[in-house]
């Protein structure tokens, strides 16, 4: 009911800046929290990023100073702004959104993931 496209992932040089967008689309009557993980190769899934309602936001430690989440309502989008990317940032960026649909409880709905890689 709900899909997640996220975009904006890539190659880029160690010191170097991303934006990653993550779009909701689908019978949406709301969002509530937004959030962006990651998973390394050999690694679990850890949370980078979230942002709640009513804007309020949470950093995992690794990247605090470095990453800005945002949101967009109106789109239905999160985003996040990456700065300063270092090799060990290079991972799967996956966004996830806690949502409501018609007929439904609030759920959380994944998108498919995005790729960074970041060189040294």
């Known amino acids: 009911q709900v899909q997640l496209v996220e975009s904006g992932g890539g190659l880029v040089q160690a010191g170097g800046s991303l934006r990653l967008s993550c779009a909701a689309s689908?019978?949406?009557?709301?969002?509530?929290?937004m959030g962006w993980h990651r998973q390394a190769p050999g690694k679990q899934r850890e949370l980078v990023a979230a942002i709640g309602s009513g804007g309020s936001t949470d950093y995992a430690d690794s990247v605090k100073g470095r990453f800005t989440i945002s949101r967009d309502n109106a789109k239905n989008t999160a985003y996040l702004q990456m700065n300063s990317l270092k090799p060990d940032d290079t991972a799967v960026y996956y966004c996830?959104?806690?949502?409501?649909?018609?007929?439904?409880?609030?759920?959380?709905?994944w998108g498919q993931g995005t790729q960074v890689t970041v060189s040294s």
């Open positions: 689908g019978s949406i009557l709301s969002i509530n929290a």
């Open positions: 996830n959104f806690e949502v409501k649909v018609p007929g439904s409880p609030w759920y959380d709905t």
